[in-house]
């Protein structure tokens, strides 16, 4: 059981260039979600999902695509980098009922220049 | 709208020290799970405690006590003497109870720094 995996651990990337940050759990959790964290702010919510094939939007979507077409997979998608995207990026998955308890991959630190 | 309140951004302490993380929410629901998490150099999120808001009971693990409050709308955290080990940053975060929507709403954390 390895929880939720995310990959890269690392990335550089140049503005404008595109790239997906994989992130995958093997719970069986319908609900997944992802996270940026920058200095200063906490987490904050980017994605997420409910099941496969339902998305929505958190607290700061732009300049991010997700798809689910699966339980197990919920990639984020980076169209077009800019340096404001430069962050940690946290997916996570959680319990489907109380206490909502949320398992965190081990997240991307994703540079921008 | 839910709203986690850390207002401590960087606290120092000498080792063996008590040092108490302060926490601030605000929610309407009248359900909600109240959590802390700690994030040590390497970065990863590591889950310390979960609260129901019907739970006010204080809690302590080992070295570590909560305190939460709901009059006040606060979840504290205290650490009795401090050890090197526990620099890092920690985080409360709130769950939204209908799990629909917001998943976790985050303070910005607190930066601990033990020092030797």
């Known amino acids: 059981n390895a929880g939720v995996t995310q990959t890269p651990k690392f990335q550089v990337l140049k503005t404008g260039q595109s790239m997906t940050l994989q992130c995958a759990q093997d719970?069986?959790?319908?609900?997944m979600s992802w996270y940026r964290q920058d200095p200063g702010m906490g987490l904050r919510l980017i994605h997420y999902?409910?099941?496969?094939?339902?998305?929505d939007q958190g607290e700061v979507p732009n300049g991010y695509n997700v798809s689910r077409s699966t339980t197990e997979d919920f990639p984020l998608r980076l169209l077009s980098a800019a340096p404001s995207q430069t962050s940690v990026y946290f997916c996570?998955?959680?319990?489907?009922?109380?206490?909502?308890?949320?398992?965190f991959g081990p997240g991307t630190r994703l540079t921008v220049t | 709208a839910q709203k986690v309140t850390q207002a401590q951004t960087e606290i120092s302490v000498v080792e063996k020290e008590d040092v108490t993380l302060d926490c601030v929410y605000e929610?309407?629901?009248?359900?909600?799970?109240l959590f802390w998490y700690k994030q040590p150099p390497s970065g990863e999120l590591v889950f310390l405690i979960r609260?129901?808001?019907?739970?006010?009971q204080n809690e302590i693990s080992g070295r570590y006590s909560w305190n939460f409050q709901k009059s006040t709308s606060s979840f504290n955290f205290t650490i009795t003497a401090s050890q090197v080990v526990d620099s890092a940053v920690y985080f409360c975060a709130l769950s939204d109870p209908s799990g629909s929507a917001r998943q976790l709403t985050f303070g910005s954390g607190t930066q601990l720094t033990v020092l030797p």
């Open positions: 609260r129901n808001s019907f739970d006010e």
């Open positions: 996570a998955s959680r319990t489907p009922g109380p206490p909502y308890e949320q398992y």
């Open positions: 929610t309407r629901d009248t359900t909600y799970y």
């Open positions: 999902s409910v099941g496969a094939g339902i998305t």
């Open positions: 719970m069986n959790h319908e609900y």
